[in-house]
T-cell receptor, first 116, second 112 residues
Framework: AQKVTQAQTEISVVEKEDVTLDCVYE???????LFWYKQPPSGELVFLIR??????QNEISGRYSWNFQKSTSSFNFTITASQVVDSAVYFC?????????????FGQGTTLQVKP | NAGVMQNPRHLVRRRGQEARLRCSPV?????VYWYRQLPEEGLKFMVY????????ESGMPKERFSAEFPKEGPSILRIQQVVRGDSAAYFC??????????FGPGTRLTVL
Protein backbone atom coordinates (compact mmCIF):
# COMPACT_ATOMS: atom_id res chain seq x y z
CA ALA A 1 0.00 0.00 0.00
CA GLN A 2 1.12 3.51 -0.66
CA LYS A 3 0.54 6.20 1.88
CA VAL A 4 1.70 9.66 2.87
CA THR A 5 1.42 10.87 6.44
CA GLN A 6 1.71 14.46 7.55
CA ALA A 7 1.28 14.14 11.28
CA GLN A 8 1.21 17.87 11.94
CA THR A 9 -2.28 19.17 11.21
CA GLU A 10 -1.59 22.78 12.14
CA ILE A 11 1.52 24.73 13.04
CA SER A 12 1.64 28.29 14.25
CA VAL A 13 4.86 30.29 14.40
CA VAL A 14 5.90 33.89 14.74
CA GLU A 15 7.53 35.59 11.81
CA LYS A 16 11.27 34.92 11.44
CA GLU A 17 11.08 31.60 13.22
CA ASP A 18 12.28 28.48 11.43
CA VAL A 19 9.69 25.75 10.94
CA THR A 20 9.89 22.15 9.73
CA LEU A 21 6.98 20.30 8.16
CA ASP A 22 7.19 16.54 8.46
CA CYS A 23 6.31 14.01 5.79
CA VAL A 24 6.55 10.23 6.08
CA TYR A 25 5.73 7.96 3.16
CA GLU A 26 5.11 4.28 2.53
CA UNK A 27 5.71 2.42 -0.70
CA UNK A 28 7.10 -0.93 -1.77
CA UNK A 29 8.36 0.41 -5.06
CA UNK A 30 12.04 1.12 -5.55
CA UNK A 31 11.35 3.92 -8.00
CA UNK A 32 9.14 6.71 -6.82
CA UNK A 33 8.86 10.48 -6.68
CA LEU A 34 8.14 12.81 -3.80
CA PHE A 35 6.65 16.26 -4.04
CA TRP A 36 5.72 19.28 -1.99
CA TYR A 37 2.90 21.61 -2.99
CA LYS A 38 1.72 24.83 -1.39
CA GLN A 39 -1.93 25.88 -1.24
CA PRO A 40 -2.21 29.52 -0.19
CA PRO A 41 -5.50 31.01 1.02
CA SER A 42 -6.41 31.87 -2.58
CA GLY A 43 -6.78 28.12 -3.17
CA GLU A 44 -4.50 27.22 -6.04
CA LEU A 45 -1.87 24.49 -5.75
CA VAL A 46 1.70 25.60 -6.34
CA PHE A 47 4.44 23.11 -7.13
CA LEU A 48 7.51 23.51 -4.92
CA ILE A 49 9.81 20.54 -5.46
CA ARG A 50 10.14 17.04 -6.88
CA UNK A 51 12.60 14.42 -5.68
CA UNK A 52 13.18 10.96 -7.16
CA UNK A 53 13.98 7.95 -5.03
CA UNK A 54 17.56 7.69 -6.30
CA UNK A 55 18.54 11.19 -5.35
CA UNK A 56 18.96 11.68 -1.62
CA GLN A 57 20.77 14.96 -1.87
CA ASN A 58 19.21 17.65 0.23
CA GLU A 59 18.09 20.72 -1.63
CA ILE A 60 18.00 24.37 -0.74
CA SER A 61 16.09 27.04 -2.58
CA GLY A 62 16.23 30.41 -0.90
CA ARG A 63 14.55 30.09 2.48
CA TYR A 64 13.24 26.61 1.62
CA SER A 65 15.13 23.38 2.17
CA TRP A 66 14.22 19.73 1.92
CA ASN A 67 15.68 16.74 3.73
CA PHE A 68 15.09 13.38 2.03
CA GLN A 69 16.02 10.30 4.07
CA LYS A 70 15.20 6.89 2.61
CA SER A 71 16.27 5.15 5.81
CA THR A 72 13.37 6.73 7.67
CA SER A 73 11.06 7.18 4.64
CA SER A 74 10.86 10.87 5.31
CA PHE A 75 10.89 13.96 3.15
CA ASN A 76 10.79 16.95 5.48
CA PHE A 77 10.46 20.57 4.48
CA THR A 78 12.03 23.46 6.38
CA ILE A 79 11.25 27.13 5.99
CA THR A 80 13.94 29.38 7.42
CA ALA A 81 13.06 32.83 8.73
CA SER A 82 9.36 32.35 8.04
CA GLN A 83 7.26 35.19 6.68
CA VAL A 84 3.56 35.94 6.81
CA VAL A 85 3.32 35.12 3.08
CA ASP A 86 4.36 31.56 3.91
CA SER A 87 0.99 31.02 5.58
CA ALA A 88 -0.67 28.26 3.61
CA VAL A 89 -1.53 24.59 3.59
CA TYR A 90 1.42 22.46 2.53
CA PHE A 91 0.95 19.06 0.96
CA CYS A 92 3.46 16.28 0.61
CA UNK A 93 2.73 13.80 -2.19
CA UNK A 94 4.02 10.48 -3.54
CA UNK A 95 3.97 9.09 -7.05
CA UNK A 96 4.96 5.48 -7.55
CA UNK A 97 3.71 2.15 -8.79
CA UNK A 98 4.78 -0.36 -11.33
CA UNK A 99 2.35 1.06 -13.86
CA UNK A 100 3.78 4.51 -13.17
CA UNK A 101 0.66 6.34 -14.21
CA UNK A 102 2.00 9.23 -12.22
CA UNK A 103 -1.05 9.72 -10.04
CA UNK A 104 -0.26 11.54 -6.82
CA UNK A 105 -1.08 10.29 -3.36
CA PHE A 106 -1.34 13.25 -1.03
CA GLY A 107 -0.89 13.60 2.67
CA GLN A 108 -3.61 15.33 4.64
CA GLY A 109 -1.73 18.61 4.57
CA THR A 110 -0.22 20.83 7.24
CA THR A 111 -1.71 24.25 7.80
CA LEU A 112 1.03 26.73 8.58
CA GLN A 113 0.15 30.03 10.15
CA VAL A 114 2.88 32.63 10.40
CA LYS A 115 1.98 35.48 12.70
CA PRO A 116 3.54 38.93 12.39
CA ASN B 1 3.63 30.58 -20.86
CA ALA B 2 0.08 30.06 -19.77
CA GLY B 3 -0.39 27.58 -16.99
CA VAL B 4 -3.25 25.16 -16.53
CA MET B 5 -6.58 26.88 -17.04
CA GLN B 6 -9.79 25.75 -15.43
CA ASN B 7 -13.26 27.12 -15.86
CA PRO B 8 -15.50 27.99 -14.38
CA ARG B 9 -13.74 28.92 -11.16
CA HIS B 10 -17.00 28.67 -9.25
CA LEU B 11 -20.05 26.65 -10.21
CA VAL B 12 -23.36 26.42 -8.43
CA ARG B 13 -25.79 23.67 -9.29
CA ARG B 14 -29.05 22.40 -7.82
CA ARG B 15 -29.43 18.76 -6.94
CA GLY B 16 -30.10 16.69 -10.04
CA GLN B 17 -28.44 19.07 -12.50
CA GLU B 18 -25.32 18.38 -14.49
CA ALA B 19 -21.93 19.95 -13.86
CA ARG B 20 -19.27 20.33 -16.56
CA LEU B 21 -15.78 21.30 -15.52
CA ARG B 22 -13.20 22.28 -18.12
CA CYS B 23 -9.45 22.06 -18.06
CA SER B 24 -6.95 23.34 -20.60
CA PRO B 25 -3.49 21.91 -19.90
CA VAL B 26 -0.19 23.69 -20.23
CA UNK B 27 0.60 24.09 -23.92
CA UNK B 28 2.39 20.98 -25.09
CA UNK B 29 1.27 18.79 -22.19
CA UNK B 30 -0.65 15.71 -23.24
CA UNK B 31 -1.24 14.20 -19.78
CA VAL B 32 -4.17 15.40 -17.68
CA TYR B 33 -5.12 14.41 -14.15
CA TRP B 34 -8.24 15.29 -12.13
CA TYR B 35 -8.28 15.45 -8.33
CA ARG B 36 -11.03 16.23 -5.87
CA GLN B 37 -10.59 18.07 -2.59
CA LEU B 38 -13.44 17.36 -0.23
CA PRO B 39 -13.71 19.21 3.06
CA GLU B 40 -11.89 17.25 5.76
CA GLU B 41 -10.69 14.62 3.27
CA GLY B 42 -7.74 16.12 1.46
CA LEU B 43 -6.83 15.73 -2.18
CA LYS B 44 -7.80 12.49 -3.90
CA PHE B 45 -6.91 11.28 -7.39
CA MET B 46 -9.85 10.69 -9.69
CA VAL B 47 -8.72 10.03 -13.25
CA TYR B 48 -5.72 10.21 -15.58
CA UNK B 49 -6.13 10.84 -19.29
CA UNK B 50 -3.96 11.22 -22.33
CA UNK B 51 -5.29 12.57 -25.58
CA UNK B 52 -8.46 10.62 -26.41
CA UNK B 53 -7.68 7.89 -23.87
CA UNK B 54 -8.54 7.20 -20.25
CA UNK B 55 -5.44 5.62 -18.73
CA UNK B 56 -6.43 5.25 -15.07
CA GLU B 57 -9.88 5.92 -13.64
CA SER B 58 -9.39 4.01 -10.41
CA GLY B 59 -10.36 7.02 -8.30
CA MET B 60 -13.50 7.89 -10.20
CA PRO B 61 -16.89 7.15 -8.60
CA LYS B 62 -18.56 4.37 -10.55
CA GLU B 63 -21.72 6.30 -11.31
CA ARG B 64 -22.53 9.77 -12.54
CA PHE B 65 -18.92 10.81 -13.16
CA SER B 66 -17.16 10.75 -16.51
CA ALA B 67 -14.11 12.39 -18.05
CA GLU B 68 -12.76 12.96 -21.50
CA PHE B 69 -9.77 14.57 -23.16
CA PRO B 70 -10.56 14.93 -26.86
CA LYS B 71 -8.03 15.36 -29.61
CA GLU B 72 -9.01 19.01 -29.86
CA GLY B 73 -10.17 21.14 -26.96
CA PRO B 74 -10.04 20.97 -23.21
CA SER B 75 -10.47 18.02 -20.90
CA ILE B 76 -13.97 17.78 -19.44
CA LEU B 77 -15.04 16.32 -16.12
CA ARG B 78 -18.75 15.72 -16.17
CA ILE B 79 -20.93 15.03 -13.15
CA GLN B 80 -24.50 14.02 -13.85
CA GLN B 81 -27.38 14.40 -11.40
CA VAL B 82 -25.25 16.15 -8.81
CA VAL B 83 -25.85 15.58 -5.12
CA ARG B 84 -24.81 17.68 -2.14
CA GLY B 85 -21.90 15.31 -1.46
CA ASP B 86 -20.36 16.35 -4.79
CA SER B 87 -19.66 19.82 -3.41
CA ALA B 88 -15.89 20.14 -3.46
CA ALA B 89 -12.95 21.75 -5.19
CA TYR B 90 -11.96 19.95 -8.37
CA PHE B 91 -8.41 20.38 -9.54
CA CYS B 92 -6.93 19.57 -12.89
CA UNK B 93 -3.21 19.01 -13.36
CA UNK B 94 -1.15 18.53 -16.49
CA UNK B 95 2.19 16.98 -17.22
CA UNK B 96 4.50 16.51 -20.17
CA UNK B 97 5.07 12.95 -18.98
CA UNK B 98 8.14 13.71 -16.88
CA UNK B 99 6.31 13.16 -13.59
CA UNK B 100 5.82 16.71 -12.37
CA UNK B 101 2.19 17.80 -12.40
CA UNK B 102 1.23 21.46 -12.58
CA PHE B 103 -2.15 22.34 -11.18
CA GLY B 104 -4.84 24.70 -12.28
CA PRO B 105 -6.64 27.07 -9.90
CA GLY B 106 -9.48 24.64 -9.35
CA THR B 107 -13.25 24.75 -9.79
CA ARG B 108 -15.30 25.13 -6.63
CA LEU B 109 -18.56 23.26 -7.09
CA THR B 110 -21.43 24.00 -4.76
CA VAL B 111 -24.56 21.88 -4.92
CA LEU B 112 -27.65 23.45 -3.41
Amino acid sequence: AQKVTQAQTEISVVEKEDVTLDCVYETRDTTYYLFWYKQPPSGELVFLIRRNSFDEQNEISGRYSWNFQKSTSSFNFTITASQVVDSAVYFCALSSGSSNTGKLIFGQGTTLQVKP
Amino acid sequence: NAGVMQNPRHLVRRRGQEARLRCSPVKGHSHVYWYRQLPEEGLKFMVYLQKENIIDESGMPKERFSAEFPKEGPSILRIQQVVRGDSAAYFCASSSGENTQYFGPGTRLTVL
